[in-house]
């Protein structure tokens, strides 16, 4: 609030303030702002229009209409939307993520077990390999049987 300072004779004193539209920033800064408040608006009016080019905004809506028009209210509002929308309701979901924890489990089980198939198979076709392309390999990958000794039966 200001002070009037009027050369007035006999005049009273009286209080003003300031009217709202008073600068008091700027041509700068309220340049600024307002670009800011129109970016702003721009983009709560370009997500408006993407849910209601969705079909977002009359879902809602039938969901809302049909929530205000049921007698008796559901005991829980979030339930009966999830419930009109499509979605599980709480305690589906939840069983549907215990479900889901226990087959990721499963299925870590189950490639490990693959990767150590896939390792001992692979090491058995090494072997294959090494076998067949070198007929010396045979003679001394033998076991020996009943005492016989690793050396071949022609060097007695």
């Known amino acids: 609030m200001l002070r009037c300072h009027c050369s007035v004779p006999d005049h009273r004193p009286h209080f003003f303030s300031l009217p709202a539209s008073a600068p008091s920033q700027g041509f700068e800064e309220k340049k600024i702002m307002m670009r800011y408040k129109e970016e702003k608006e ?12 969705s079909g977002a905004v009359d879902a809602l809506t039938k969901v809302l209409v049909a929530l205000y028009e049921q007698n008796d209210k559901p ?12 979605g599980p309701s709480a ?32 090491t058995w076709l ?7 392309s070198d007929p010396m390999v045979v003679a001394y990958s033998k076991e020996p049987t009943d005492g016989e000794s690793p050396k071949s039966k022609n060097e007695d």
């Open 91 to 122: 305690s589906d979901y939840e069983r549907l993520q215990a479900e889901f924890s226990d087959l990721q489990v499963r299925y870590n089980d189950l490639l490990a077990a693959h990767q150590e198939t896939c390792k001992e198979s692979e």
């Open 75 to 86: 005991s829980s509002a979030l339930e009966f939307i999830q419930q009109k929308i499509g």
């Open 42 to 53: 721009a983009k709560k009016e370009a997500f408006r229009k993407y849910l209601e080019s």
């Open 126 to 132: 090494q072997l294959e390999e090494i076998k067949n």
